[in-house]
């Protein structure tokens, strides 16, 4: 079935190590995007791509890293420069071009200790 | 930068009420606006709307956009206790590289 699939589910790390978050998707999509969920936040975007190697900061881009170098993948550095990465990351890709609806994945917890 | 203004934040209702929830926007070459449901994890999408005044319609949900007044409305009638869930509004914009802003979402609580 097609769809998006992002790993790990769940995600436990020491403060000042980066993490990267996987995002594939067999949809045959042209763009994804990344999302931040905190509580009460709704969903703040992180980066997003129409296309391969290339990409664009999002509203909260600061302290992660993102590489489109296939189009089935958009995999996301949460890196030691994010100041409080703890929270609930949710991938999403869609058609080129600007109507379309978005499909997510399931999300990503990632907790910092 | 693009604004997306949800209201209320948070709703509780009693089953068999019918709610409506706002969305307005500010933002640069708009596009579409999106609702979307998020129970647990992964939102799940209601609704596109591009032009104004025409009704989206599914079951008991509704939506309508006004591209003059800068904003939508989702309306739920009849209200049961599975409608418990957050409601997100996202709207698309830009000239070419078309980006997806969310508002913070309602919190729906339908109780029996």
């Known amino acids: 079935d097609g769809g998006i699939t992002q790993s790990p589910k769940y995600l436990f790390r020491k403060e000042g190590q980066n993490v990267t978050l996987s995002c594939e998707q067999n949809l045959n999509h042209d763009a994804m995007y990344w999302y931040r969920q905190d509580p009460g936040q709704g969903l703040r975007l992180i980066y997003y791509?129409?296309?391969?190697?290339?990409?664009q900061k999002g509203d909260i881009a600061e302290g992660y890293s993102v590489s489109r170098e296939k189009k089935e993948s958009f995999p996301l550095t949460v890196t030691s420069a994010q100041k409080n990465p703890t929270a609930f990351y949710l991938c999403?890709?869609?058609?080129?071009?600007?109507?379309?609806?978005?499909?997510f994945g399931e999300g990503s917890r990632l907790t910092v200790l | 930068e693009d604004k997306v203004v949800q209201s209320p934040l948070s709703l509780v209702v009693h089953e068999g009420d019918t709610v409506t929830l706002n969305c307005s926007y500010e933002v640069t070459n708009f596009r579409s606006l999106l609702w979307y449901k998020q129970e647990k994890k992964a939102p799940t999408f209601l609704f596109m709307l591009?032009?104004?005044?025409i009704e989206k319609k599914s079951g008991r949900l509704s939506s309508i956009l006004d591209k003059k007044e800068l904003f939508s409305i989702l309306n739920i009638t009849a209200t049961q206790t599975g409608d418990s869930a957050v409601y997100l509004c996202a709207v698309s914009s830009g000239g070419s590289n078309y980006k997806l802003t969310f508002g913070k979402g309602t919190l729906l609580t339908v109780n029996p």
């Open positions: 791509s129409q296309i391969v190697n290339d990409f």
């Open positions: 591009t032009s104004s005044g």
């Open positions: 999403a890709s869609r058609r080129q071009g600007p109507y379309g609806e978005l499909f």
